[in-house]
């Protein structure tokens, strides 16, 4: 899907760089996946009540893996 949008430029940058990411679309792609999956995380601690969910998707991944 093609849409045009202005994000400031300095946070695109530090982002490609920090991530090492070649392409703004990858960039804005795994900003918003990730963006929802951090809001996924968030009402599902709500709905259980306080507990530490502090997962990352390596180690989610590894749990994976050992099932």
């Given at each position: 899907?093609r849409?045009?949008?202005?994000?400031?430029?300095?946070l695109?940058?530090?982002a490609l760089?920090?991530?090492?990411?070649?392409?703004?679309?990858e960039?804005?792609?795994l900003?918003l996946?990730?963006?929802?999956r951090?809001?996924h995380?968030e009402?599902?601690k709500?709905r259980?009540?306080n507990?530490d969910?502090?997962?990352?998707?390596?180690?989610?991944?590894e749990?994976r893996?050992d099932e």
């Open positions: 899907m849409t045009t949008i202005d994000i400031d430029k300095n695109i940058e530090e760089k920090l991530s090492k990411i070649s392409t703004k679309k960039l804005i792609n900003s996946k990730e963006f929802i951090k809001k995380l009402k599902l709500n259980l009540g507990c969910l502090n997962i990352d998707l390596s180690s989610l991944k749990m893996k």
